[in-house]
């Protein structure tokens, strides 16, 4: 007989957690590493992927809509490029606009993540 395969209490919640903070988080990272350099959609994607280490869960249907709204936006310009016999690729990178906005977004993610630490200390302190 299967051993019992079920998820332990509150998993779910941990989950549902995790998606809306990558929800929130998707645009800082994607603009985080373009700001290092140029990438085409799909290296985008792994590298996003893999830095995340699980924790940032970016599919395809995330990812090139969201590309889109950025270079919308002018926060990022988009461009085909072919290297060799290889089939073109569209390659983003950072405008100056994006680079300004950015810097917005890392310091609101900044003060949110520095409020929390400050409230869940303080909270600690409170119940001892």
Known sequence: MPEDTEAPPGSATVARLRRELARGTTELAVLS????????GYELLKLLRQAGEGVLEVKEGTLYPLLHRLEDAGHI???????GR???????????????????????????VDGMRQL???????QE
């Not at 310009?77 to 290297?83: G, N």
């Not at 869940?120 to 409170?126: K, M, Q, R, S, W």
């Open 33 to 40: 590493v373009l700001d290092v350099r140029r990438r085409y």
């Open 77 to 83: 310009q988009a461009t085909w490029e072919a290297e």
């Open 86 to 112: 290889a089939r073109p690729r569209k390659y983003y990178v950072i405008t100056p606009d994006g680079r300004t906005y950015l810097a917005l977004l890392r310091a609101e993610w900044s003060g949110l």
């Open 120 to 126: 869940l200390d303080t909270l600690g302190e409170v």
